[in-house]
């Protein structure tokens, strides 16, 4: 019975993420990333990209992380901003196995920096403009994609008094600007 809900679930999601724009795609991951956290199954933590706290160890290098998070093999993964996308992006079109944890998660930075091509379509989604944008605001100027201006994406950061409320502000956000994420800033960056 467990594989028929988890089957239904996985078509229900993929049905409903293929038949949407790119702009209505982000809205159900940003919406879904905000459904984990509360679920608790995604933690949001800053300068980690996806970690599953080993719980892949026992799994195929060919499993879909899709099936094994959705049946609760995975029961659950510590994230960052662009983690927590990265995840529910996969939890919507079953295109990431196990092997791409390295490939993928693991330096989901590196791939952005340099074009790599995302099996779950996650650079076609998301601009990476966006993704620099949403990186620097959740891990306050200091993750990957540092740089200029640091201190305007500290203060934005201060805002929120943790990782999960900043996750879920930036999530929030992407909600209301319909797909876009539009951080408020003091002044302009």
Same mark, same amino acid.
């Given at each position: ?27 159900? @991951? ?26 892949? /160890? ?25 983690? &927590? ?17 390295? *490939? ?18 996650? /650079? ?15 891990? &306050? ?12 994406? *500290? ?19 992407? @909600? ?14």
């Amino acid at each position: 019975m467990k594989t028929i809900n988890v089957k239904q679930e996985i078509d229900r999601r993929n049905k409903q993420f293929k038949g949407v724009s790119n702009a209505q795609k982000r809205v159900l @991951i940003a919406k879904d990333v905000i459904e984990q956290i509360k679920a608790k199954r995604f933690i949001p933590e800053s300068g980690t990209w996806v970690d599953f706290n080993k719980q892949c /160890d026992t799994l195929l290098e060919t499993d879909s992380i899709q099936e094994k998070f959705l049946d609760k093999t995975i029961k659950d993964c510590n994230c960052c901003a662009l983690g &927590g996308l990265m995840m529910s992006c996969t939890l919507f079109n079953n295109r990431e196995t196990v092997s791409d944890i390295e *490939e993928h998660f693991e330096a989901i930075g590196d791939n952005i920096d340099y074009g790599t091509k995302f099996h779950n379509k996650f /650079d076609k989604i998301f601009s990476r403009s966006q993704l620099l944008l949403i990186e620097k605001c959740f891990e &306050g100027g200091v993750g990957y994609f540092c740089g200029d201006n640091h201190c305007d994406f *500290e203060i934005y950061r201060s805002q929120f008094k943790n990782a999960t409320a900043a996750l879920i502000g930036i999530m929030e956000n992407i @909600i209301k600007n319909k797909g876009t994420f539009k951080p408020v800033f003091d002044k302009e960056i």
